[in-house]
């Protein structure tokens, strides 16, 4: 099955909110139809009420007329009367004459006299009488066009008011939903890394896993932000501004097209391009995050062995590459983005000019002033939508960039998630010939069989690389045996969900892992089952109370990041407890006592008799002296069983347990000496 294009996905996440995106939308169309109504009001304001004055007129006896020099006039383009008197109100430049007949309007004065003026149009020459008019006396032709032309201008900053009315709610509708899609989109994403197999943390770094979720989210959610509401008001005032210059003049809209497969070819180009650089950018910022996270990690120890300058070579080898790749991007935009812009507009002046000025040098075309003003108006707004988009063709490609890395995380398989109850175990384990590889046949663990009993305590020994870790990996479903079964209570446990296996399984690890918060919430993990009072009893049976009674806020004392405030010996003991309070029927020790210190070892060691009473525990042990009293004990070797036996029975057979054995005890008696 082929999987949807980061464009689509992206496309399939805004249509859960699509409902606001529709609404602001339509805000849109109808913010951009108010606003391109200015060039048609400017048109008709100029054509009829400005340069329109120079017009024909009839002399009529009525009263409504302009009324100049005993006589009353009247636009003949505003009058029915069939009136033969006709007298023209002609303008040439900044100088206006009323010619006691009907001449052109667009006639060239070609001479004037005292009374006598002769004009031409079209290679026809008119001679006429008449005579120049002073400025108030033009005044009087104009000062009936006042009050429309006021009219026209309230109308247009009353529609541009209602305008920004619409305009604020489709900029709050769209940010509103952009913001809930990357809300949605994060959570997703978390939800779907909480489901992913213990392998993918394993092979990838941490800061890389945090960068696509913080990183190239937040490069997504400025695709929905800014992005989307550019394109899709560059899209919708393109498509009204075309709309309106069809209405005025369809051939030159026509030619003004050819400007749309352009920004579309140039669009695909820009992804092709940019999309590479953009991959490279987002991969180094990935790899930046791994390196910082590492080096926060590990200060310590990169201090501890004057290891600062290598690090800061390998930071700064990345800072220099990102660099490098977001110059050339940069470099790429500015070379073509906004260069192209530019030359698309002063392509479309030329052509402009070449199709009035060429139509008017041959008198096959006349534009009216008001014509003129609104072609030019709207093929300057034209050129501000295509700005704004190619200006975010960077941001685009980033976004799409930053989807495809954020759906690759998603895409990795991830584990059937059931939290439903289950009967809690008596406490059985079994191992029925199980086999099993991290990598393709390379083996760490062969043919494992063992059983162990409800409440007894297995002890699993052996040197590095033996498989200890390894069978409790499996037993708690990080990763299922290739070969053989696991079972709990005789039924196996891949016929159950992870999470049901882990319900009634605790683990305490050789460094355990304490949360930021507090020392209850530790504990109760935020379990509303586990009340405060339980926290409290386990923390005071594993003697934590000890300590914890002595600090300020005791069991609600804050906890920093890891609980560095708290020596390995107390983090472990809270450990211990949050087992303990979830009363888990199976217990998994993970060397938990390798890093304790011998005064704090006896008080572990009484914890951990309160912690396996009752329970089936399995128990990773490096000192042998702490699990002599264990029920059985497996000895492993290269992944193979070798021996198992209670610590008596193991030491009469004089084995490899006997041999680690007087190997440990060989290294006390130096100490002590």
């Known amino acids: 099955m082929n999987q949807l294009s980061t464009e689509k996905r992206l496309f399939q996440y805004a249509l859960f909110f699509k409902k606001s995106i529709i609404i602001g939308l339509v805000c849109l169309m109808i913010s951009v139809a108010l606003e391109l109504s200015g060039p048609f009001i400017a048109k008709h304001l100029i054509d009829q009420h400005i340069v329109g004055v120079a017009n024909h007129y009839v002399v009529n006896e009525t009263e409504s007329g302009i009324k100049f020099e005993g006589n009353v006039y009247e636009r003949i383009d505003r009058t029915q009367s069939e009136s033969d008197e006709q007298v023209t109100l002609f303008q040439d430049g900044l100088s206006f004459y009323l010619f006691n007949e009907k001449v052109p309007l667009n006639a060239s004065l070609d001479h004037t006299g005292s009374n006598e003026f002769t004009l031409s149009f079209e290679d026809e020459t008119y001679v006429t009488t008449g005579r120049e008019l002073s400025t108030p006396e033009v005044y009087t032709f104009f000062k009936g066009e006042i009050s429309s032309i006021m009219w026209l201008l309230a109308l247009y900053i ?28 994060r959570r997703d994403v978390f939800e779907h890394i909480q489901s992913l197999p213990i392998k993918y943390f394993v092979d990838q770094p941490a800061g890389k896993i945090v960068a696509r979720v913080t990183n190239d989210t937040e490069a997504i959610r400025e695709l929905y932000v800014k992005v989307l509401e550019v394109f899709a008001s560059g899209a919708i005032y393109i498509l009204g501004i075309f709309v309106a210059l069809f209405i005025l003049d369809p051939k030159l809209a026509g030619i003004c097209l050819v400007l749309l497969p352009i920004m579309f070819i140039w669009m695909k180009a820009y992804k092709t391009v940019g999309g590479r650089y953009n991959k490279v950018i987002r991969e180094t910022n990935s790899q930046i995050n791994a390196n910082i996270n590492e ?19 390998e930071f700064e080898e990345l800072n220099e590459k990102q660099r490098l790749f977001q110059t050339k991007m940069n470099t790429f935009t500015a070379w073509t983005s906004f260069n192209l812009v530019d030359v698309f507009r002063n392509v479309a002046l030329v052509v402009f000019i070449l199709y009035f000025g060429g139509a008017a040098l041959n008198g096959t075309t006349l534009v009216s002033a008001g014509l003129l003003y609104a072609l030019v108006d709207l093929l300057t707004r034209l050129f501000e939508p295509v700005d704004q988009i190619v200006s975010q063709l960077a941001q685009l490609e980033q976004a799409r960039v930053s989807g495809s890395r954020v759906f690759e995380l998603m895409d990795e398989p991830g584990e059937e998630v059931n939290h439903d109850s289950i009967k809690r175990y008596e406490g059985r384990v079994t191992f029925d010939h199980v086999s099993f590889a991290y990598e393709k046949d390379d083996y760490v663990l062969n043919d494992i069989n063992f059983e162990i009993k409800p409440g007894q305590t297995a002890a699993f020994v052996g040197h590095t690389g033996s498989g200890k870790s390894t069978i409790m990996n499996l037993l708690f479903r990080f990763y299922d045996p290739i070969k053989g079964k696991i079972l709990i209570d005789g039924k196996d446990t891949i016929d159950f969900s992870k999470q049901q296996v ?14 930021t918060g507090t020392i209850i919430s530790n504990i109760t993990m935020n379990d509303p089952s586990i009340t405060r009072e339980q926290a409290i009893s386990a923390l005071k049976a594993v003697g934590a109370d000890q300590f914890i009674e002595k600090l300020p806020n005791q069991y609600d004392e804050p906890v920093k990041e890891k609980g560095n405030e708290f020596s390995t010996g107390q983090r472990q003991l809270l450990s211990f407890a949050r087992a303990l309070a979830f009363n888990p029927a199976i217990l998994i020790l993970d060397e938990a006592t390798a890093n304790i ?16 009473e009752g329970r089936t525990t399995l128990v990773i042990a490096h000192r042998l002296s702490t699990i002599q009293q264990a029920d059985q004990i497996f000895v492993l070797k290269h992944g193979k069983m070798i021996e198992r036996g209670t610590h008596e029975s193991l030491l009469k057979e004089r084995g490899e347990y006997f041999n680690m054995y007087e190997m440990q005890l060989g290294r006390k008696r130096m100490n002590v000496s």
């Open 597 to 612: 210190d011998t005064e704090t070892e006896g008080l572990i060691q009484e914890a951990l008799k309160v912690l396996k």
């Open 158 to 185: 009353g529609l541009i008011l209602i305008a920004s009315y619409f305009l604020y709610f489709k900029t709050y509708l769209l940010q509103f939903a952009s913001n809930r899609i990357i809300q949605k989109m």
């Open 295 to 313: 080096s926060i990690q590990g200060m310590s120890v990169i201090q501890s062995y004057q290891q600062t300058d290598r690090m800061m070579n």
């Open 502 to 515: 882990r319900s009634h399984i605790g683990i305490v690890l050789q460094d355990p892992f304490i949360f």
